[in-house]
Nanobody, 126 residues
């Protein structure tokens, strides 16, 4: 059973940056597809970014492309989300996710992932 714990959220002014971390236990992330999603109050959880297993391709929502970067540190068993040029529209709870499947997942879909963290709040002030 993989457990995921996010950290790094907080309050930041528009234009600022944050780096979110997702520490995994119970299994190596190097062999898993990993993703970040976010959920704003009153809205559905939405895809933000994903990275394929074994340091493969990365995928981004159009709304964050060019501003956010997903990466992994296998030695630390941690996934990161570097967020730059933040705006109030990025305010949300951010959730890390991991898939237990090796093939055929939809990186952009909540259904593609089997394990979830508890989330970390990001608030961007105007």
């Amino acid at each position: 059973q993989v457990q995921l714990v996010e950290s790094g959220g907080g309050l930041v002014q528009a234009g600022g940056s944050l780096r979110l971390s997702c520490a995994a236990s119970g299994g190596a992330i190097s062999g898993r597809h990993m993703g970040w999603f976010r959920q704003a109050p009153g809205k559905e959880r939405e895809f933000v970014a994903a990275i394929a297993r074994n340091g493969g391709n990365t995928y981004y929502a159009d709304s964050v492309k060019g501003r956010f970067t997903i990466s992994t540190d296998n030695a630390k068993n941690t996934v990161y989300l570097q967020m730059n040029s933040l705006g109030p529209e990025d305010t949300a709870g951010y959730y890390c996710a991991a898939s237990r499947r090796y093939t055929g997942i939809d990186y952009y879909s909540i259904g593609g992932y089997d394990y979830w963290g508890q989330g970390t709040q990001v608030t961007v002030s105007a």
